[in-house]
């Protein structure tokens, strides 16, 4: 059973506009949720990421949205660039050590010039 | 301040063999976790090191252990290869007081044949 689960698969965006990614999970234990951007050929790279008692969190052009309620996060991408174009993964934790991240099954993001 | 650093970054086997991955954290980091990404899916946890023991383990067979050294590297071995283990190997590191907070490498591409 997949414990995070993430949509939509693909997404094409224009230059300029808003990308949303969005992701639903089962356990309520989770209590850390970061998303994950990685690039053709390299790892994983930690963007941005959310603790349940806040409902929203912003940096630069990235902002999380977390609904407790509705065991769903998102990520928006705000005035999304070409540079921006990558594959991203929501992903979940319990705890603050020995963390076992579960992620979603990620998004492949394309901005259009 | 290098980063993660993973090697082989690309390796072919034949079905039935061993093969061994190896992983430098960042620097000041203790914990390393190791990840393994098919093709189009999002990382998936397969074991945790601290203070060379296996931490936490995810669903992954006996097949697959690890290693952590004194100083802090780690080695993933996978015994009996199948076709299905072909993917990207993917090694994190953290400080144990800030698990939350993970750095991937950049990964070992596996291909079995």
């Known amino acids: 059973q997949q414990q995070v689960k993430q949509s939509p698969q693909s997404l094409i965006v224009q230059k300029g506009g808003i990308s949303i990614i969005n992701c639903a999970y089962e356990?309520?234990?989770?209590?850390?949720f970061p998303w994950y951007q990685q690039f053709p050929g390299k790892g994983p790279a930690l963007l941005i990421a959310?603790?349940?008692?806040?409902s929203e969190k912003k940096e630069g052009r990235f902002t999380i949205s977390f609904n407790k309620s509705a065991k769903q996060f998102s990520l928006h991408i705000m005035d999304s660039q070409p540079g921006d174009s990558a594959t991203y993964f929501c992903?979940?934790?319990?705890?603050?050590?020995?963390?076992?991240?579960?992620f979603g099954s990620g998004t492949k993001l394309n901005v259009k010039p | 301040d290098a980063g993660v650093t993973q090697s082989p970054t690309h390796l072919i086997k034949t079905r039935g063999q061993q093969v061994t991955l190896r992983c430098s954290p960042k620097?000041?980091?203790?914990?390393v976790s190791w990840y393994q990404q098919a093709l189009g899916q999002g990382p998936q946890f397969i074991f945790q090191?601290?203070?060379?023991?296996?931490?936490q383990r995810g669903n992954f067979p006996d097949r697959f252990s690890g290693h952590q050294f004194p100083n802090y590297s780690s080695e993933l071995n996978v015994n009996a290869l199948l076709l299905g283990d072909s993917a990207l190997y993917l090694c994190?590191?953290?400080?144990?007081?800030?698990?939350?907070?993970?750095?991937f490498g950049e990964g070992s591409w596996l291909t079995v044949v």
């Open positions: 994190a590191s953290s400080y144990y007081s800030s698990g939350n907070t993970i750095y």
């Open positions: 356990n309520t234990a989770f209590d850390y």
């Open positions: 959310i603790r349940p008692d806040v």
């Open positions: 992903a979940a934790s319990i705890g603050n050590n020995f963390n076992k991240f579960y």
């Open positions: 620097s000041g980091h203790d914990t």
């Open positions: 090191y601290y203070e060379e023991e296996e931490r």
